[in-house]
């Protein structure tokens, strides 16, 4: 695609949406040609290759539908089929040149929760690979990047994921170093993992380019795996493959947020494609059959969006939502120079939906009975298993649990707190003082109205790998600082590193500089921490958390502090505070956990 001048980036994205009106009339979009350049051989103006770039990001392990009320829409073998569709509809474009398609996920390709724990539970007990694996490979990915949300249960289960598809699908990221974990090493070793993967389609050479984010040490856990700069990673790997005579290539990046791939472009050449992944932004065109509620929300932009590169190029940009509710294709035509000069009219979203809705399909049918039916039903008995009742609705909306107290929070942290104390003496601890639980950890939005909480109700809140952890000898200089982080944007911004808190109470002024902005602490005992925003000193502090912060995730500055994992996971210790005699006994009443919180956290 030629040069379009684009300026900054929001007049970009204001631009973009000019130019995503005009694709969608199917017409080529250039920049005013200079006279020289009528002069050049036809073939320069002439699309000779027509490529369909199939996509998608963020499935999450969301196997069975997209949830909620969405039974009709998503689902993995819905996914499958609709992909199998499209494949045959790019062969099919009416076209003159050669036809081909690619299949490419840009991360986030499990996710732990009720259905990634069927894949846990059945693999421990057979041996056999995870369901999330057998789905997406028997859909036969081109290229899988690595997102963030692969290394939360570790290196190694995400090697498992890797294992379970066979060998057959190359796994990408170009900025990663395995070099300090042997299974994924391995893995390398053996070309499964690769910075880049060339794949040959109707006589042509595509190249796909992975990276993933490089908040990757603060927001999930590699453990060893080394993250490397982004964009010299990448201009590296694009460099090779344009020594071996790859003049189409396809970058495939985790970076959290289509903005940050859009800023990556503007300094890399030679890359013809961007697909984004971790920010499930919504890129539409008018008339784009969407999910119902997505028909609701304001578009991020056109599809695709463009991005003016180092050398003035335009560079379609792409992203789909997640939850395998729908294929992202973009199908762009090049010339016999491998320069990309048009996005066919076609191009666009493509929602997953069950048969009875329009354009719907049904469900492949393997992946219905060798994953999305053994799921379901695991899912089935989570939810059938009641181990407590609420008095109260409990809000766990994550735009709440991201800025503010919320009753939910209040009974996580308190859990937290609760099974630090029980097990501190097994495991040569002291008990805990407080309890600290990112609101990040905390998913999935679920609120719990008066009624049963089942088994389900804690995975879906408490997905992740993280266990119970004790952290011995936190100074009240290190806790203050702790909040202060917790806070720096807060109320007005929802960020996963914002505290639900148990065993004391802070205030703060959000009005204050970043860094001054708490002003009192005290623990339930009255020992008081922080008074008037200065720091009273006294003895070290014993806090239960997840092993997740314990190691600095989310930004938490607990600097060099010895940690103990007391052996339980997150989910089980709410579970078992829930059912416990000297936990609550089954019951939550609005007494012990009212709505809005009971003024543990106040933003003055």
């Given at each position: 695609?030629?040069?379009?001048?684009?300026?900054?980036?929001?007049?970009?994205?204001?631009?973009?949406?000019?130019?995503?009106?005009?694709?969608?009339?199917?017409?080529?979009?250039?920049?005013?040609?200079?006279?020289?350049?009528?002069?050049?051989?036809?073939?320069?103006?002439?699309?000779?290759?027509?490529?369909?770039?199939?996509?998608?990001?963020?499935?999450?392990?969301?196997?069975?539908?997209?949830?909620?009320?969405?039974?009709?829409?998503?689902?993995?073998?819905?996914?499958?089929?609709?992909?199998?569709?499209?494949?045959?509809?790019?062969?099919?474009?009416?076209?003159?040149?050669?036809?081909?398609?690619?299949?490419?996920?840009?991360?986030?390709?499990?996710?732990?929760?009720?259905?990634?724990?069927?894949?846990?539970?059945?693999?421990?007990?057979?041996?056999?690979?995870?369901?999330?694996?057998?789905?997406?490979?028997?859909?036969?990915?081109?290229?899988?990047?690595?997102?963030?949300?692969?290394?939360?249960?570790?290196?190694?289960?995400?090697?498992?994921?890797?294992?379970?598809?066979?060998?057959?699908?190359?796994?990408?990221?170009?900025?990663?170093?395995?070099?300090?974990?042997?299974?994924?090493?391995?893995?390398?070793?053996?070309?499964?993992?690769?910075?880049?993967?060339?794949?040959?389609?109707?006589?042509?050479?595509?190249?796909?380019?992975?990276?993933?984010?490089?908040?990757?040490?603060?927001?999930?856990?590699?453990?060893?795996?080394?993250?490397?700069?982004?964009?010299?990673?990448?201009?590296?790997?694009?460099?090779?493959?344009?020594?071996?005579?790859?003049?189409?290539?396809?970058?495939?990046?985790?970076?959290?947020?289509?903005?940050?791939?859009?800023?990556?472009?503007?300094?890399?050449?030679?890359?013809?494609?961007?697909?984004?992944?971790?920010?499930?932004?919504?890129?539409?065109?008018?008339?784009?059959?969407?999910?119902?509620?997505?028909?609701?929300?304001?578009?991020?932009?056109?599809?695709?969006?463009?991005?003016?590169?180092?050398?003035?190029?335009?560079?379609?940009?792409?992203?789909?939502?997640?939850?395998?509710?729908?294929?992202?294709?973009?199908?762009?035509?090049?010339?016999?120079?491998?320069?990309?000069?048009?996005?066919?009219?076609?191009?666009?979203?493509?929602?997953?939906?069950?048969?009875?809705?329009l354009e719907g399909v049904n469900p492949d049918r393997t992946i219905q009975n060798q994953v999305v039916e053994p799921v379901a039903e695991a899912v089935r008995e989570l939810a059938e298993n009641v181990i407590g009742q609420t008095a109260v609705t409990l809000n766990g909306q994550t735009s709440q649990v991201r800025t503010r107290e919320t009753n939910a929070g209040n009974l996580i942290a308190d859990s937290l707190l609760w099974q630090a104390t029980k097990v501190a003496g097994d495991f040569g601890v002291p008990e805990p003082d407080i309890a600290l639980q990112n609101g990040g950890g905390i998913r999935n939005d679920l609120v719990i109205n008066p009624g049963p909480i089942t088994e389900l109700d804690t995975f879906t809140w408490l997905p992740f790998s993280n266990f119970t952890s004790v952290v011995e000898g936190v100074e009240r200089t290190t806790l203050k600082a702790i909040l202060e982080h917790v806070v720096t944007d807060a109320p007005a911004v929802a960020q996963g590193k914002f505290a639900q808190i148990a065993g004391f109470r802070y205030s703060y002024d959000p009005d204050l500089p970043v860094g001054s902005k708490v002003r009192s602490a005290t623990l339930d005992d009255g020992t008081v921490i922080v008074q008037n925003g200065a720091v009273v000193a006294g003895p070290a502090l014993t806090v239960a958390t997840i092993d997740f912060l314990a190691r600095g995730g989310d930004g938490y500055p607990f600097g060099p502090v010895d940690f103990t994992p007391v052996g339980v996971s997150y989910q089980q210790s709410l579970a078992n505070y829930i059912t416990a005699p000297d936990g609550l006994n089954g019951q939550v009443t609005a007494a012990d956990y009212p709505e809005g919180g009971e003024g543990r956290i106040v933003a003055e």
């Open positions: 695609m030629r040069s379009i001048a684009t300026g900054t980036l929001p007049g970009r994205r204001m631009l973009s949406v000019i130019v995503g009106a005009i694709l969608v009339a199917g017409l080529m979009v250039t920049a005013a040609a200079p006279e020289a350049d009528a002069k050049k051989k036809d073939n320069s103006n002439r699309v000779s290759y027509w490529l369909t770039v199939l996509h998608n990001n963020d499935g999450e392990s969301r196997l069975i539908d997209a949830g909620g009320d969405l039974t009709d829409f998503g689902g993995v073998a819905r996914f499958a089929t609709k992909v199998k569709e499209l494949r045959r509809d790019a062969n099919r474009l009416r076209q003159s040149g050669k036809k081909a398609s690619v299949l490419i996920s840009s991360g986030d390709n499990f996710l732990a929760g009720p259905e990634f724990n069927a894949s846990l539970v059945n693999n421990e007990a057979t041996g056999e690979p995870f369901y999330d694996s057998v789905a997406l490979s028997r859909i036969g990915y081109d290229a899988m990047s690595i997102g963030n949300h692969e290394f939360d249960f570790g290196p190694d289960v995400l090697a498992e994921f890797i294992e379970g598809f066979g060998g057959d699908t190359p796994f990408i990221s170009s900025n990663l170093d395995f070099s300090g974990e042997p299974s994924l090493q391995a893995l390398e070793d053996d070309g499964i993992i690769t910075g880049s993967v060339i794949t040959k389609k109707k006589g042509e050479e595509v190249g796909i380019v992975g990276a993933t984010t490089e908040l990757l040490p603060t927001i999930s856990s590699p453990r060893n795996v080394e993250v490397e700069a982004v964009l010299p990673a990448v201009q590296a790997e694009v460099a090779a493959l344009r020594a071996e005579g790859v003049d189409k290539i396809i970058l495939s990046s985790h970076l959290q947020g289509i903005n940050s791939e859009l800023e990556l472009v503007e300094s890399l050449t030679d890359v013809d494609v961007v697909i984004a992944g971790g920010g499930d932004e919504l890129l539409t065109n008018p008339g784009d059959l969407l999910v119902p509620g997505d028909d609701t929300l304001t578009p991020f932009g056109p599809y695709p969006v463009l991005a003016e590169d180092a050398e003035g190029q335009s560079v379609p940009v792409v992203t789909t939502p997640g939850n395998y509710k729908y294929v992202g294709k973009l199908t762009v035509g090049f010339n016999a120079d491998g320069e990309v000069l048009k996005v066919h009219r076609s191009s666009g979203l493509e929602r997953v939906a069950a048969m009875n809705q």
